[in-house]
């Protein structure tokens, strides 16, 4: 059997550690193989996770989109720049004015 190395967040840790000792895996080593498994069964599952959190929004308005990211207060000026002209350059959101 192979070893591999990975880097998780403490809280991620934390999360797996918790799922291993409620569900009676032996160590985290068996928990992932245990997952492995059920993601080669299940390849409908591996592709939505491979997009989670990405997913599209709920609406295709640009300016809707701008204005949600703005309100949350956690975004820079020059994000929300970066985010609008990504937006305006896309084919999937309705075109952006810059008078947010």
């Given at each position: ?61 640009g300016n809707e989109v701008i204005k949600s990211f703005r ?30």
């Amino acid at each position: 059997m192979s070893t591999i190395n990975i880097s998780l967040p403490a809280d991620q840790v934390s999360f797996i550690d918790g799922l291993v000792k409620e569900h009676g895996f032996s160590n985290r080593s068996e928990f992932v193989r245990s997952v492995f498994r059920f993601l080669k069964k299940n390849p409908a599952t591996l592709a939505q996770a491979s997009t989670f959190p990405l997913i599209s929004p709920s609406t295709k308005n640009g300016n809707e989109v701008i204005k949600s990211f703005r309100n949350t207060g956690l975004y820079s000026e020059d994000f929300l720049k970066d985010i609008e002209e990504g937006i305006n350059r896309s084919e999937y959101f309705t075109k952006t004015s810059t008078n947010f």
